[in-house]
């Protein structure tokens, strides 16, 4: 049962460091079931490393990550069943090239989840044809447009059940015309409930989907708040300096 008074993603005192580099240092943030919480800031701001830790494809520096109120940062605990609950989708789509479409998605059924082949087939054919891919299948990724393969991507991550997508910068690789069909699809997740924590450049779909906004500035939340006020009301120099660059371009 779904406690929706408590966060299905809790991030603590995170920080990454290179050397003497701070990516990220010391966020706080929480992710509540169904919510959608978008990360905006400058290229360099910490974004997609920040993702990375919480998937635990970095290393974290310091922090700790929670999830329905269990530590998974902590030491001991299995990643490989921890990104299984916490999905991510990258820019650049990662999909197997020598794989069709269908197996893209139906890989990690079979092997994480241990579905059988039949019904991994029949869950992942479900999506595509949900997404408008029902007849692309049987295809290698070069087949399809950039905007197929991106759709493909969410819904491979999707098709887990993870407890929690994230979405990194998922229409930036993609050419204008094609970025409509990504943001469609994300819409579509939102309406389902998908818990989701996304770094994005699309401020317009920020506003529209988001729950919550949080303004990422040298690995630091400099300002958050509620998506339907953020844009019209921050407060801070750097948060309406930044809105007003993206807004112009």
Known sequence: MIDWNRPRLKVVGLKKFYGDRKVINGVDLEVFPGQIVALIGSSGSGKSTLLRCVNQIEDLTDGQIFLDGEEVSAPGV??????????????????????????????????VKKMDKDAANKLA????????????????????????????????????????????????????????????????????????????????????????????????????GEAKDFFEKASKPRTIEFLSRMRSR
């Open 78 to 111: 299995n990643q490989d069943l921890i990104r299984a609950q916490i999905g991510l989708v990258f820019q650049s789509f990662n999909l197997f090239t020598h794989l069709s479409i269908l197996n893209n998605i139906t890989l990690a059924l079979k092997h």
């Open 125 to 224: 054919q479900s999506w595509l044809t949900r997404i408008g891919l029902g007849d692309r299948g049987d295809s290698y990724p070069d087949k399809i447009s950039g905007g197929q393969q991106q759709r493909a991507a969410i819904i491979r991550a999707v098709a887990m059940e993870p407890k929690v997508l994230l979405l990194d910068e998922v229409t930036s690789a993609l050419d204008p015309e094609l970025v409509g069909e990504v943001l469609d699809l994300i819409r579509e997740l939102k309406a389902g409930g998908t818990t989701i924590l996304m770094a994005t450049h699309e401020l317009s779909f920020a506003r529209e989907v988001a729950d919550w906004v949080i303004f990422l500035e040298q690995g630091e939340i400099y300002e958050q």
